[in-house]
Structures are given as C-alpha cells and as structure tokens.
C-alpha cells in the first residue's frame, strides 16, 4: 500500500538546522511531485516547498526562501527537506506530499513529523 514516512524531526535550538526524509512506497515515485507542509498550533496547514517529479523545479514559500532546500533522489524514493537557520516560528507538524503528475489526480499524506525549534 501507499506508504510515506516521514523522519528527522525533533527538538533543535534557534539557528540550528535539521534534514527532514520521507521515504515513499507503494507508487511510482518519479512520476510524483513532492511538497512539504507545515502546521503549527492553531495555524492552517501551510505549503513549504515542492519539488516536481524529475527534481528540476523547486519552489519555496517566500518567507523560507534562502534556509529551506528540497531535494530528491528517485533512486531512493525519498524526498528531503534541508532547514537551516531554523527560527521558534519554524515550530510545526512537517507533512510529507505526495501529487500524481501525469494521469488521474493522486494525492497522498505522510503522518508528519514534529519541529520545536526552542532554547
């Protein structure tokens, strides 16, 4: 089945930095794009990044252009999400997306990870 694990989150003082994995499963990977959201504590959940299927294009949310990076390698069927000089308000539920890029719209969802960016 349809398997996105998201790891690496933790706990991380301001300026720190952490990478961010999920490893996909149960689908073709390489003709996914792939995104990263966010949710904090009564926040709406909110898009990150997104990389598309062959990895050429990124995009950023404006606020975390210059300390985020996406990256992926379809050889692993993983998707990372790099953050540096990471901020308390980069406090949140990371989630891990997965949408078809060819074909009939599919989406799917990891189970998040959690950020406390915290001194």
């Known amino acids: 089945q349809v398997q996105l694990v998201e790891s690496g989150g933790g706990l991380v003082q301001p300026g720190g930095s952490l990478r961010l994995s999920c490893a996909a499963s149960g689908f073709t990977f390489r003709s996914y794009a792939m995104s990263w959201y966010r949710q904090a504590p009564g926040k709406e959940r909110e898009q990150v990044a997104a990389i598309s299927s062959a990895g050429g294009t990124t995009n950023y949310a404006d606020s975390l252009k210059g300390r985020f990076t996406i990256s992926r390698d379809n050889a692993k069927n993983t998707v990372y999400l790099q953050m540096n000089s990471l901020k308390p308000e980069d406090t949140a539920v990371y989630y891990c997306?997965?949408?078809?890029?060819?074909?009939?719209?599919?989406?799917?969802w990891g189970q998040g990870t959690q950020v406390t960016v915290s001194s």
């Open positions: 997306n997965a949408v078809s890029s060819k074909g009939p719209r599919r989406d799917y």
